[in-house]
């Protein structure tokens, strides 16, 4: 592995890291809640401006507020002391990342499969899936 994949890969188990020891449940509050006061609750998280509809998310996305505070601290502690944050750190975190995975979907993981990229991830799907001619739609 080359030194920019061994940050990439660290920077995105830290980030995931973060947001499984942060984030709520989702379903807990979603059901006694209308829509509009989801909707609300949700645009909230994040510091957009609120004179426009953003709908950039695909080009770049903004972060909700667990995000950015995870973020933030990942930052502080490589910015103070990398080698040491990452040496204490690192192996719980890696090991957070399956763990938040497989509870958002429902799964165990061991189930979990961690990919460089979106594209590496469904190559590895789509590989491994067995179909048969008239499968394919």
Known sequence: MDRRAFLVR??????A????TRMPPLRAHAA???SFEQWEAVRAQFTLTHDRIHMAGFLLASHPTPVRE????HRRGLDENPAEYLHTN??????AVPQAAAEYVGGHPTEIALTDSTTMG???????????EGQES
């Open 70 to 73: 995870a973020i933030e601290t």
């Open 122 to 132: 469904l190559g590895l799907l789509y590989g491994g899936l067995a179909l048969r």
């Open 17 to 20: 890291g973060g947001l499984a």
């Open 90 to 95: 690192g192996t719980r975190l890696e090991g």
């Open 32 to 34: 006694s809640t209308t």
């Open 10 to 15: 660290t920077g995105v188990l830290l980030g």
